[in-house]
């Protein structure tokens, strides 16, 4: 009984190994490939041609030498963890502080009256020009920067949260409070929950601006990151360098977002598409 | 027969679960005022099945949410055992047409969640909810997301809620609009099978009159523009109902003053839409020629 049981579980992987490789060969792949491969071949194509603008870009084997060269560097790998360590902590503590702060403005009117109008006038200032306050402000570099990769987070789950809590079906309230559920009940069974996916949108977009604004401060303000990184590049006159920290910027990026929409996706079942 | 049964057993008590006394409900600001209900008066015997109709925007919606305590009344008032409605409370719950389910819970969890925010213990949780998911026929869906139901599911799922709580009053407003023929068909025989074995004190509203009859015991039928009870019919059609009752002729006699009652209202209220069309479009455009 349970060899066949083994045996059906094995065939069973194997099924989905095959699967895979058939979903790596599958048509969207080969476009997706081809169209990375006519991206770099117009790029060599603009560079030996001297295309006019495009003739000061490297040659993609340059900058892929670059990137080989980089990534064995120990500099290169402390970059990538000092700008993790500040997007993680400063995004914590935006969402730590600004999901209950969102939630009181979106619950209790009195509340939002009163806090409502210093977000109005503070929330258009783009988050990069605290920049020069900051750095004044904080007495170190690191706390600015930190200061700063939070702010932009903040407004955007702020704002969100209050939003969401605001768009809950009135209908749903009601029909909890029919069913005998308390003040307590409302806010945790209720509010939350219908909160979480207007969360989970202010996260998305947050993770986002802490990142533009982080890079902007450690170009300004830092001494290791990514964002640096790419600014002593520049500084340096090093052109495959600067395209090697984009694309890493770019990709540090994507794998945060990944995160986020992971963690948002497991609190919500009830959102799975199944 | 069974219908005077149920009465003799609530007899002790008074006939009227819920009086609607003189109610008054107007919507708008201080210039734009629009009376929605005026002076309506009627009241809910208590283990009948009592139908609300009316032409659409009569205010059937709006009497609910007053009964319910979702509102409350500019005048008159809604009486529960002859205590003021002040508030919601599990007594009366209602299913409306759009679900209220709560999207973030199983069917248990929204099934169990009047016993939950009561503190009942999670044994006597479990075991009342999964009798009634039994009963409803939704058991083996109770892990299951409203958003992975049917329509007729949910509305099933919504009168599990309710149920669990062993309301005294159960409001349905328009339950089973948006339901194919045929489940509609087969909730109307659910709720019927279930309220003629429990006799629970119902408040339905529809729009199809054979369903109004079909299920009734009373039919209210309201006015447009007041809202005020227009005319109140007794269903003396025997139960258990059947469906062969629909070719009974006591049920057309019922259909056909019904129904004139019914057009009356409906014209009046298609008139006054056409007006105020009229109106605005005579307020927005000069009269051609001039
Ligand atoms: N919250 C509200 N604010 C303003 N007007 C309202 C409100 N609720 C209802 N009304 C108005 O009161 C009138 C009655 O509405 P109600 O929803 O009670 O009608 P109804 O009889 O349930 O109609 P239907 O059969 O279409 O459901 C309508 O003219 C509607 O526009
Ligand atoms: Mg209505």
Known sequence: ?274 | MSAAVATGIAAAQPARLVDVDGVTKCFGTEDDRQICLESCSFGIPRGKLTVLMGPSGCGKTTLINLIAGYELPDRGSVRLEGAPVAGPGSDRLVVFQETTLFPWMTVYGNVAFGCKVKRLSQAAIREKAERILAKVGLYAFRDKYPSQLSGGMQRRTELARALINDPKLMILDEPFRGLDAMTRELMQEFYLKLFEETCLTTLFVTHELEEAIFMADRLVLLTYKPGQVKEILDVDLPRPRHFSMFASKRFFELHDHAMSLLVEESKKAFAAGCTSAFDQIAGARPPAGG
């Open chain 1, 1 to 274: 009984m349970s060899s066949t049981a083994l045996e059906l579980k094995r065939s069973g992987r194997a099924l989905r190994i095959s699967a895979y490789v058939r979903g790596i060969l599958s048509l969207k792949t080969l476009q997706g490939v081809s169209t990375l491969v006519a991206f770099v071949a117009l790029w060599q194509a603009a560079v030996s041609l001297k295309v006019p603008y495009l003739s000061n870009l490297p040659y993609p084997a340059d900058v892929w030498k670059s990137f080989t060269d980089t990534v064995v560097t120990r500099a290169y790998w402390i970059s990538w963890a000092v700008s993790l360590e500040r997007i993680f902590v400063s995004f914590l503590v935006a969402q730590v502080l600004g999901i209950p702060l969102g939630l009181l403005m979106g619950i209790s009117r009195k509340s939002k009256d009163i806090l409502f109008p210093v977000f109005e006038i503070v929330r258009p200032i783009p988050p990069i020009a605290w920049i020069p306050l900051a750095i004044l402000f904080w007495p170190t570099e690191e706390l600015s920067i930190y200061a700063l990769t939070f702010i932009g987070p903040f407004f955007v789950i702020v704002l969100n949260v209050m939003q969401g809590v605001a768009n809950i079906d009135v209908s749903l309230k009601r029909a909890a409070l029919s069913l005998g559920a308390k003040p307590g009940d409302i806010f945790w069974k209720i509010m939350l929950p219908g909160a979480l996916p207007s969360i989970l949108t202010g996260m998305t977009v947050g993770i986002g601006v802490a990142w533009n604004v982080l890079i902007a401060a450690e170009m300004i303000a830092g001494h290791v990151g990514l964002g640096r990184m790419t600014w002593e590049a520049y500084t340096n006159g090093n052109i495959p360098l600067i395209m090697v920290g984009m694309a890493s910027i770019g990709v540090a990026g994507y794998l945060c977002s990944g995160v986020v929409r992971i963690v948002g996706q497991s609190c919500m079942p009830w959102r799975r598409r199944s």
